[in-house]
């Protein structure tokens, strides 16, 4: 029996796809954010085995709040690095109707096999992609992150070709990715795509510091503050396209 590896689950997620939705948080991840507030999803041995169909009876048991729109998101972690699971919970969800997300940061993506012949049955059946941009210059994106980001624009680029819906997500730092210029450029690049609905802009913020310092790590930003409203407010008028 198929089982994926389970962080967390919320019932009433309000930001992460339309309408009201169940959020399911996959446990494993290889980036290495530096604002990563979901330190403890890393390790890819963790979390708490469980069924699609145990998550997908757990799910709908919210169903009568979700509404013409709501659904089920699946997050992390990462949740490309368990493919397998997340074809039989999406081909389990569709055949209950529901509403399929997943919010990624795209780094599993290859177009290698036998990823991408499964990468494309999953995109067959989820409604809704969130992708995470986090730095357009490969450079600073993988100071940032640890790794590159040749693939990750690479999947987005392979989303358009297919049609496939996505909602672009930045996270705002300061001094680190907000910068007008790197913005300007990732702008840029979402107008080369056809498929994308909404950008969006997340303040950063550091509430999952204590996290890092619960797992021994340093945490790297422990100085930085939010942004203000108004460099949040000149980030989404850049991504998009108002300035």
Not at 83 to 97: M, N
Not at 100 to 114: K, L, N
Not at 211 to 239: F, M
């Amino acid at each position: 029996m198929l089982q994926g590896r389970i962080h967390s689950t919320e019932s009433f997620g309000s930001v992460d796809g339309p309408g009201v939705r169940f959020l399911i948080f996959l446990q494993g991840c290889k980036l290495r954010c530096r604002y990563c507030h979901n330190a403890d999803t890393w390790k890819t041995d963790g979390g708490t085995l469980m069924t699609s169909d145990e998550l997908l009876d757990k799910a709908e048991r919210c169903r009568p709040y979700w509404g013409d729109k709501g659904g089920i998101t699946v997050s992390g972690g990462e949740p490309l690095l368990q493919i397998d699971f997340l074809l039989d919970l999406f081909k389990k969800a569709k055949r209950r109707g529901i509403n399929t997300c997943i919010d990624t940061a795209g780094q599993p993506f290859t177009r290698e096999e036998p990823f991408f012949s499964k990468f494309g049955e999953l995109c067959a059946l989820c409604d809704l992609f969130l992708v995470d941009i986090k730095h357009i210059d490969p450079a600073a994106h993988k100071s940032l992150t640890g790794a590159a980001n040749e693939n990750i624009l690479d999947m987005l680029r392979y989303l358009s070709e297919i049609k496939k819906p996505v909602w672009i997500r930045h996270v705002l730092v300061p001094e680190i990715t907000d910068d007008d210029a790197a913005l300007r450029k990732t702008r840029e690049f979402i107008e080369t795509l056809q498929n994308v609905e909404r950008a969006e802009v997340l303040p950063y913020h550091s509430m999952g510091a204590y996290k890092w310092k619960q797992l021994g790590c340093r945490y790297t930003l422990e100085d930085t503050q939010p942004p203000s409203a108004e460099r949040v407010k000149n980030a989404n008028d850049i991504l998009n396209g108002l300035v």
